[in-house]
């Protein structure tokens, strides 16, 4: 049925004539596209009698439901799942630098949105590539923030603290920080990582070890661990490990190696 619907899209293309029309048309044909790659996963139409509630869709539980959503969620209107999670969302926020079309926003998205963070603030250019995101974006709230300055007073606003996620000179390690439960964790793009701007405007930057050749991980890597370690924190209620590192000949040691 959505490929249908992609189908119809991909025909009317041609009828728009001004470019920013064609623009939105491809916009709308993409994310049709996306979740019709998605047809696999969900359910078919729902047998038997509908319960009265009305956070169920008539129009998914008679077509059936192949969102790339939990089970917890099949057949729900899309504002009833938005609501839901806005309303058990985690005080956790992920911000990321945009000043150069950084292609790891989407995933950084798609992490933030199965953490249930409250939000995401893309810091620069408004535009992302939303590929990665897998339509994760219209669950949770994105907010956009034209320049660094303007993360900063938002997070000042509301007294959170902003945490930057880089492995810069004088970072300190994520693995032994005892991260705040309300807070925003700020990441840089590949290429330059944070600003410096945003790096001053941090209560603390935070790193996380490595132990190969490269540098850095991607942004979107590094979200989804930042993010975890929150999680294992203040979900989990686990502390941070001790400052001591056991790593090296004494790991080996202990491995027999
Ligand atoms: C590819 S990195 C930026 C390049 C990096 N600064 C360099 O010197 O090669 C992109 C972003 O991912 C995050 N990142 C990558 N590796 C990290 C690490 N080891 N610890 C914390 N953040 C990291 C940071 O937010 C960083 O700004």
Not at 84 to 89: G, I, N, V, Y
């Amino acid at each position: 049925m959505r490929l249908t619907a992609a189908k119809r899209s991909a025909e009317t293309l041609n009828r728009y004539d001004s470019s920013r029309e064609l623009a939105g048309a491809r916009r709308s044909l993409s994310v049709v596209v996306q979740e019709q790659r998605e047809v696999e996963v969900g359910v078919g139409p729902r047998a038997g009698a509908w319960p009265a509630d009305p956070r169920l869709d008539p129009q998914l539980l008679a077509d059936g439901d192949r969102r790339n959503v939990v089970d917890q969620y099949r057949y729900w209107h899309h504002d009833a799942i938005v609501a839901d999670l806005a309303q058990r969302s985690h005080p956790v926020h992920v911000a990321i630098e945009n000043f150069t079309h950084d292609f790891n926003i989407g995933s950084v998205v798609r992490t933030a949105n199965a953490v249930n963070a409250a939000s995401v603030r893309i810091v620069g250019n408004r535009r992302w590539n939303r590929r990665g995101a897998m339509v994760t974006d219209r669950y949770l709230q994105v907010d956009h923030d034209p320049d660094v300055t303007s993360l900063l007073d938002w997070a000042a606003g509301r007294s959170l603290p902003v945490l930057g996620i880089d492995n810069l000179p004088g970072a300190v390690p994520l693995e032994t920080y005892d991260l705040p439960p309300a807070c925003v964790l700020v990441l840089g793009q590949e290429g330059p990582g944070l600003s410096d701007e945003a790096r001053a405007g941090c209560q603390d930057v935070l790193s996380i070890a490595q132990f190969g050749s490269t540098r850095s991980i991607n942004a979107g890597a590094a979200a989804a661990i930042a993010l975890h370690a929150w999680v294992r924190r203040h979900v989990f209620d686990q502390l941070p490990a001790p400052a001591a590192p056991v790593g090296g000949a004494s790991l080996r040691a202990r491995v027999g190696r």
